[in-house]
């Protein structure tokens, strides 16, 4: 039996820095501006000795939404010149080479060591299945029961036919820890993916994202899911730069 240390900061949105035993991975970068004058993972931003650490660095991106992607992560390239990009196909940029690399949904591609799986959303882009280190990390990118309080009965009918269709293809994956949207803006219905997700996927540990500044809501979260007496952890978020320590034994 092994103990593998994962360390992972919230920097907002989607966005985390996850740092395992040999890589460093970066998820949908949003807001660049710092709280202090030093940009650091421990207040949401990334700065040159969070790059210069001796491991492997790869960058996500699963949509070109601007609270999902930052042209600002290729200015990284001064700090470390081997730095990989997996970039969803909807993003578009002017130099393209062989440390940059385009997906669609259901790729399969293995680089310096990792292996990474394409999934479908349920808005632009892809989510993210991968395997680094032993461990297993799902980012759902924009992936979510998108039930909106003020659509109609056939859009959010057609909203929740094209969610279920795409967490069908996800059952059976091991996941160790997922990360996924817990959006307030849908009001009641803010629960509904993430429910449905963790009852179908069964993650050991799941990540709220996509709740901007309201932290409460991933405490409400975990909440509803222990009323339900789920067996998957839920991470409870209170600020910006936050860091957790997950210990996961295989």
């Known amino acids: 039996m092994m103990n593998y240390d994962v360390k992972i900061n919230y920097l907002y949105n989607s966005g985390y820095f996850i740092e395992t035993k040999n890589y460093i991975l970066i998820f949908d970068y949003y807001i660049d501006i710092s709280t202090s004058y030093i940009k650091s993972i421990s207040n949401g931003t990334i700065g040159e000795a969070d790059l210069k650490k001796n491991k492997k660095i790869f960058v996500f991106c699963s949509h070109s939404h601007k609270d999902h992607f930052n042209p600002v992560i290729f200015e990284w390239r001064s700090f470390r010149q081997d730095i990989n990009y997996i970039l969803s196909s909807d993003i578009q940029i002017c130099d393209v080479d062989e440390k940059i690399y385009f997906v669609e949904p259901y790729a399969d591609l293995t680089i310096d060591g990792i292996h990474i799986k ?133």
């Open 118 to 250: 394409t999934y479908g959303s349920t808005d632009i882009g892809v989510s993210f299945y991968i395997e680094v280190d032993g461990i297993t990390i799902f980012h759902a990118g924009d992936l979510n029961w998108w039930h909106w309080w003020d659509e109609d009965k056939a859009y959010n009918e057609k909203a929740e036919k094209d969610f279920k269709g795409e967490i069908d293809k996800l059952k059976g994956i091991e996941s160790d820890i997922a990360f996924f949207p817990v959006d307030p803006r849908l009001k009641e219905s803010y629960s509904l993916g993430g429910e449905y997700f963790i009852k179908s996927v069964n993650p050991k540990i799941f990540i709220p994202m996509h709740f901007g500044d309201n932290y409460e809501i991933t405490r409400l979260f975990a909440k509803h899911i222990e009323r339900l007496n789920l067996p998957t952890k839920i991470m409870k978020l209170d600020y910006r730069g936050q860091e957790m320590r997950i210990e996961l034994n295989s």
